[in-house]
């Protein structure tokens, strides 16, 4: 057995450690062996996995396929699993029989019971103050559920954790030396991999939910891969996160907005009198070639570019995407107004849209956007745009508060975007998100998304993290 401090991982080549028992992160080993303090009743098993281009590290096999997605995508990446770690945080007396003892027991294993129900995803009821501000803010698509990501909460029952734990050390502290130290102390072990390193093939790992079968969200599918924090499936208003400054990502959701024989005729109008291109994308310097984009593209609205991408001014609106506008405006409580609509035909399952935020000079700050789709279903992933860049969460913490955290709320959001539906996203959604669609194993057949946009025309040029 090998003590902790034998144990090091430099900051500087890990990704990220997250605690596997709540959403505590941080580059800093040392960090996680300290925060597992908070979690005195549970063996924790950590796993170490490296990419084979960089030799980064990351105990999330998940965030490291992504980061070699966008690092080096020419080059076959394996993913390695290179350490599987023990922890053992629980001390002589915590297996004792003293009644105190077991009292806090029983408190740590309730707050984790709630910690945990936050961290997969279940609606919070937010404060009042809340649903006023949203409602007053942008109208009400209906009422629905709202959702309220309050890390806060978890961070504030783990800090109660945290306290536990040291009001316990200081209690053996004045008991007995041994177990104060043991606490304070809690021991990462090794357990050897038996045999060579063992490969993870990233082909493995692309499973993507069978929507086309209708069957909705099925979280176990990514069993193995990092879970969403939440998919939202009701209709709704949803607060993601929010940014130290008070900005909140915002999305509001109607899985129904047109009916599905609606929507099916909609989509053989769009599908059919649209005229669709397939658009080429300019290399980034030093890359090879032009490349297609796997997926169609129609546009309308002032001229827009993103990328290498060029859009005409195109002010002749087809009366079906006309009508969804005003639809969508009035749903809105004509609230936004949008000038724009960026059409996209995904032929089938191979076509897909990468990681990216809708974040345009032409769109203003804090653009809303109004999405609805038709035809197949498919999964619209959106990932907090910190968590996704290498060398975040160096910030470290205890407790599950990681110190210097700009934003606050949920990582990683899914949502399924069936025939009819309408998200509408609005506050700090493109700043501090992105999102994709992405190509999925399961056939399915075509789909078309129409996101609704406002370009402020004389905006000058146009800055846009991929796609
Ligand atoms: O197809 C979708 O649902 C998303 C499309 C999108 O992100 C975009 O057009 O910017
Ligand atoms: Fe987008």
Known sequence: MEAESDINFEPERVLLFDCPLCKFFTTYFSRLSEHAIGHPERDIEFVVYKCSECELLCSSEYLLQEHSEVHHPDKTVVIQKVEELFLNCRTDSDNGDDEEQQQKQEEADIDEEEAATGADGTDYSRDEEFSTKWTTNAGSVGGGKRAWASEKNTNNQQMKHHQQQFSRKRQFGAGGQSSAVSLMQPGFNRRPIGGPMQPV??????????????????????????????????????????????????????????????????????????AWEQLKTRPKPGGKGESTEPRMTYWVGPKYSYGSVHLPENSNWHPALMQIKQDVERALEDKVTFNACLAILYRDHNDSM????????????????????????????????????????????????????????????????????????CGSIQKDWQHRIGRQSASCGPRINLTFRTIVTGSGGSKRTGK
């Not at 209709?235 to 009916?259: M, Q, W």
Request: aromatic letters at 10%.
């Open 201 to 274: 093939h990233l082909m493995q790992k692309r499973l993507r939910p069978n929507w086309s079968q209708g069957q909705g969200v099925r979280q176990q599918q990514f069993g193995g891969v990092m879970q969403p924090d939440l998919v939202v499936r009701d209709k709704g208003d949803y607060v993601i996160s929010v940014s130290r400054g008070g900005l909140e990502a915002r999305l509001r959701f109607d899985p129904a907005f047109y009916s599905s024989e609606a929507a099916s005729q909609t989509f053989n109008t769009l599908a059919t009198e649209l």
């Open 354 to 425: 990468p990681w990216h935020s809708d974040n345009e000079r032409e769109m203003g700050s804090n653009p809303a956007i109004a999405s609805v789709s038709f035809g197949a279903s498919r999964l619209f992933e959106l990932r907090r745009f910190d968590v996704a860049q290498q060398g975040f969460g160096g910030g470290g913490g205890i407790g599950g508060v990681v110190f210097g955290q700009q934003i606050q709320g949920f990582r990683s959001v899914h949502v399924p975007l069936s025939a009819g539906s309408l998200l509408y996203t």
